[in-house]
């Protein structure tokens, strides 16, 4: 999964507590909100395809739609 045209990148200290929320408006179905830390790594993939971490249903949704980027990072 390359060549996206965003990213959206996630990063807090790794000595803070931070949980990074997402809120997935998809299809008509109720908005879903994910909490990327725990997925435990820094690339989170989500689209249509089941081999996503994040699975979309609206068929205006690619296979692979897109990705958050998601580090721990010191010092900020």
């Not at 998809?26 to 081999?51: A, Q």
């Not at 699975?55 to 900020?76: E, P, T, W």
């Amino acid at each position: 999964m390359q060549d996206f045209d965003k990213t959206t990148f996630f990063a807090h200290a790794a000595e803070q507590t931070v949980s990074s929320l997402v809120t997935i408006f998809d299809d008509s179905e109720t908005p879903r909100t994910v909490n990327l830390s725990e997925y435990g790594k820094n690339f989170i993939y989500l689209g249509r395809d089941p081999k996503n971490d994040i699975i979309l249903s609206s068929r205006l949704d690619s296979a692979k739609h897109g990705r958050f980027v998601y580090k721990k990072m010191l010092g900020l």
